[in-house]
């Protein structure tokens, strides 16, 4: 049976792939600072640990015997646009010591496989319009925000392991991730998450408050299609970054539509002022498409299996 470490596995993304791995067959060792606020893990045994120091890196990467064959870093001070533009030195600081250390000790227990969960923010903002980015030009780079700096950082990081060290390194950079058992209040929720919540909150034919114009453009990917892409990438040979995402994009008031459309509320929204972060994305697939991967689910059908469970937290939140 393949043993394999899941870094912030008390989080959403990784919560999911540990089930994913489950499935698989795997042996599954979770490590995380905090536990899943959502769902008990379904990983074999499971670490609290502040993994920016070194020696808990250390510790969650040992195992009685032998070392682990896979391990999949996913663990990053992390949240929406309204966290990433308020927390530039925690981001900074933080996912880059868990990077450095993860990383360095990964390679001198021998791992044989290691995956970095990096992010479309490496790239540069673009114009509505423009034609699709592939991974080789981040560079040169230009990044809106201090993530996308860090990963880019930490990506360089690990190729650099696996150019002179040896370890096999698998990175993805992830477009907007959705979908349940995600953080959807508290500061640090994305925007699909975010306005799940507001619709959920609002009475129909409310009013709900949407951050910037409206015209901002992106691409969300559902979280099964997102665990499942991470899987096929780490059991690829495709060495150097790999976008992975759903290739529908659309603007922030298309996305807050498909919500209230799937709530069957008549809602208004109201623009206000707020960190909504670059203007446009369009990025190539070719690489994961390369392996086989292609997302199944469009973003209605995401939101449809999202906004119920998002509805579900309000419910419970008022009544306790
Ligand atoms: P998340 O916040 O739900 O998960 C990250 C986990 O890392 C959390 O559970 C957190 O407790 C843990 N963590 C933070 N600091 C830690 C520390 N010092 N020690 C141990 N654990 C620590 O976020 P997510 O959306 O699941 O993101 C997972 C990865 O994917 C991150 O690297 C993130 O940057 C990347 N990513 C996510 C998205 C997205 O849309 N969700 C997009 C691009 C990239």
């Given amino acids: ?13 990784a919560g999911h792939l540990v089930k994913k791995l489950k499935r698989e067959g795997y042996w599954v060792r979770g490590a995380d600072i905090k536990e899943h606020e959502f769902a008990p893990t379904q990983a074999d045994e499971f670490f609290r640990l502040d993994l920016r120091e ?18 999949y870093q996913l663990a990053a001070d992390m949240g929406g646009m309204g966290f990433i533009h308020s927390a530039e030195c925690d981001i900074m600081r933080n996912s880059a010591l ?8 990964a390679k001198k227990q021998q791992v044989p496989r290691y995956f970095f969960s990096s992010s479309v923010c490496v790239y ?7 034609p699709e980015m592939t991974e080789a030009e981040a560079i040169p780079a230009n990044p809106d925000n201090e993530y996308g700096w860090e990963k880019l950082y930490a990506e ?13 390194v698998r990175i993805a950079r992830f477009q907007n991730c959705y979908g349940p058992e995600g953080t959807w209040r508290g500061g640090r929720e994305k925007a699909p998450a975010a306005l799940c919540r507001k619709v959920a909150e609002a009475r129909d034919g409310g009013t709900i408050e949407v951050w910037g114009d409206g015209t901002a453009v992106r691409s969300y990917t559902y979280i099964d299609d997102m665990v499942e892409g991470i899987y096929m990438l780490m059991q690829s040979d495709l060495q150097g970054p790999v976008n992975i995402g759903c290739p529908q994009y659309v603007t922030v008031d298309e996305l807050a539509n ?14 206000v002022d ?3 972060g670059v203007q446009s994305r369009n990025f190539s697939n070719e690489r994961i498409y390369s392996i086989g991967w292609k997302s199944k689910f469009n973003l209605k059908q995401g939101i449809a299996l999202t906004y119920p469970w998002v509805e579900k937290q309000v419910k419970k939140n008022r009544s306790s």
């Fill in 258 to 271: 498909v919500v209230t459309e799937v709530s069957g509320k008549k809602i208004t929204f109201r623009h």
């Fill in 274 to 276: 707020g960190p909504v």
């Fill in 54 to 71: 070194e020696e808990n890196c250390q510790t969650a990467l040992t195992l009685p015997k032998g070392t682990f064959d896979e391990v």
């Fill in 156 to 168: 360089r990081m690990a190729m650099a392991y696996e150019r002179n060290k040896g370890m096999k």
């Fill in 1 to 13: 049976m393949k043993k394999t470490l899941v870094c912030g596995a008390g989080g959403f993304i």
């Fill in 124 to 130: 540069r903002d673009m114009k509505h319009g423009e």
């Fill in 98 to 105: 868990i990077n450095i250390h993860m990383t360095h000790n």
